[in-house]
């Protein structure tokens, strides 16, 4: 009876020992840039667990994982990371260096072909000297002070009536100040949002707004979710919209921002 008892306890404890090695773990460390003035965060994504967080504004991160987990770190403008966690990692922050894509430059093409000759490509490249006389000329004009004095932009009391309002109160003008007055006391004050309020105003954007017009451009969640931290830095939707949630202004707001996001990622959308 004892020995089966042993046992019991024996096999309790090789089972949690075995629980605690599977169980899910955080993996933590740092994403660096080299670049200190980019705060933007950076996308951090589970493969093998479906999961993602944004680091906060200084690369600092952390995600549930467990090993041989392949996590993936995505930035705007920088080549992605893959990495294959190992035991060790779990020991020790992690450190992920992104590096810089290169920027192609357009190739200029000259049109004209020096000759040689001096006098010639003078000719071809300065401006003509009627062209520089008539700048020298509209130059000097508009540095020289004002001789004559302005008319008045005003009508004759001739051709405009007799001023009814006279004496009277605009009524008009004093609802439309009280107006401006009550929407500057409702209307919430514009502050800078923080790491959490920047995540929980994006979720929302993710669950209220309609972003269907982003997956016919074939970008998948990964894609769309990067493309939110970009409309997010270069339109402030987090500072200007969080307290105030207008979902149709956000939407517009996310139409121009993906205008140039389009642009500078060459996409193109499904024709059907």
Not at 115 to 140: F, V, W
Not at 178 to 201: C, H, M, R, W
Not at 244 to 256: A, N, R, S, T
Request: charged fraction near 30%; proline fraction near 3%; aromatic fraction near 10%.
């Amino acid at each position: 009876m004892e020995m089966i008892y042993t046992k019991r306890v024996l096999f309790l404890v090789l089972f949690c020992i075995a629980s605690g090695l599977w169980a899910q773990q955080k993996i933590s460390g740092k994403v660096i840039t080299g670049n200190e003035f980019d705060l933007t965060p950076v996308l951090i994504v589970n493969i093998s667990e479906g999961k993602s967080i944004l680091s906060d504004m200084s690369g600092k991160f952390e995600i549930d994982a467990k090993e041989n987990d392949e996590i993936r770190f995505v930035k705007e403008g920088y080549y992605r990371v893959d990495k294959k966690i190992n035991r060790e990692e779990f020991d020790s922050p992690l450190n992920i260096i992104l590096k810089r894509m290169e920027i192609q430059i357009p190739e200029v093409k000259i049109t004209y072909k020096p000759t040689g000759n001096l006098a010639r490509d003078n000719q071809r490249l300065n401006e003509s000297r009627k062209l520089q006389s008539l700048k020298s000329d509209m130059e000097d004009y508009m540095k020289s002070p004002l001789n004559q004095p302005l008319p008045t932009n005003t009508v004759s009391k001739t051709f405009t009536g007799h001023d009814y309002n006279v004496g009277q109160v605009n009524l008009f003008g004093v609802f439309n100040a009280v107006s401006g007055l009550v929407k500057k006391v409702t209307k919430p004050k514009i502050t800078k949002a923080n790491y959490n309020e920047t995540q929980d105003f994006l979720k929302r954007v993710r669950n209220q707004v309609n972003l269907n017009f982003l997956k016919k451009y074939g970008m998948d969640e990964e894609q769309i979710d990067t493309f939110l931290l970009y409309a997010d830095k270069t339109r402030s939707l987090a500072k200007r919209y969080r307290k105030d949630f207008q979902i149709d202004v956000i939407e517009y707001e996310l139409k121009i921002a993906f205008g140039e996001y389009s642009k500078m990622n060459k996409l193109e959308g499904n024709k059907e």
